[in-house]
């Protein structure tokens, strides 16, 4: 079992808050991994604090064997980290074929462009950017403005933008949030058709819609890794209380 993603004891606080304590997970490589929780147990602080978006203030993350903790966003993006968020973040005046190439890497070397290569660069990724699009059923979208798009739709222009940047993690926090449930379960179709390039970490509360999909679970409640393991976890009597006292 190859990990990707690891963390050792991590915790941050808020105040006199612990909102992760001493969490430890494995994502493994190629695999879906979930988190499930009720609201405020720590699973949006936790891909925050693995993807610099919040400073752990102690305990370690680990992405591809290298210690990673507390680097910022733009470093671990480089890494090969894409991190999505519940509401999608478009670049809304471009469009879809736009917001997908700015996530090329072209590269910045002068001699590039002095050699004359810029231009094979910029057909090389419009080309990458159409067989995407056309993977995502995108493709006669590519000269709308992303704020045209539909809710579902923006979630899967952001996988497009991962894939732009051959990203090894896509860590996607409620990736199906708002979406009907047709198009929840295409999402989640491309997520398995990917598994081969890519591993994925999601926070999901539809659990009827994302669990067939998954290879790994960890439940959380109060900043702890409370269970983990396969559909099981949900009889375990502490998931089961912690998702009663939610409901009450």
Avoid: C
């Amino acid at each position: 079992m190859e990990i990707v993603l690891k963390t050792q004891n991590l915790s941050k606080f808020f105040g006199g808050l612990k909102a992760l304590d001493n969490v430890n997970v494995s994502i493994q490589k190629n695999k879906i991994t979930l988190i499930v929780g009720p609201n405020g147990s720590g699973k949006t602080t936790l891909i925050n604090t693995v993807s610099g978006f919040y400073k752990a203030d102690s305990g370690k993350v680990f992405f591809d064997g290298k210690d990673i903790t507390n680097k910022p966003p733009h470093e671990i993006s480089k890494l090969g980290i894409t991190r999505t968020f519940q509401i999608p973040q478009p670049l809304k005046k471009l469009t879809v074929l736009e917001n997908l190439l700015v996530f090329y890497n072209y590269g910045t070397e002068l001699i590039e462009a002095v050699n004359g290569k810029w231009k094979k660069k910029e057909s090389d990724a419009t080309e990458k950017a159409f067989k995407i699009l056309e993977f995502l059923k995108l493709d006669h979208l590519w000269d709308v403005q992303a704020q045209n798009l539909s809710g579902g739709q923006l979630k899967l222009l952001e996988i497009g933008r991962a894939l732009m940047r051959e990203s090894k993690l896509f860590i996607a926090d409620e990736p199906v949030a708002g979406v009907n449930p047709v198009l929840a379960h295409e999402i989640l179709s491309r997520f398995l058709k990917l598994k081969d390039e890519m591993s994925f970490l999601l926070v999901e509360h539809r659990l009827d819609i994302v669990l067939k999909y998954t290879d790994y679970i960890y439940v959380m409640a109060n900043g702890k890794i409370i269970a983990e393991g396969r559909e099981e976890v949900f009889e375990d009597p502490k998931v089961v209380e912690v998702y009663l006292s939610a409901k009450g």
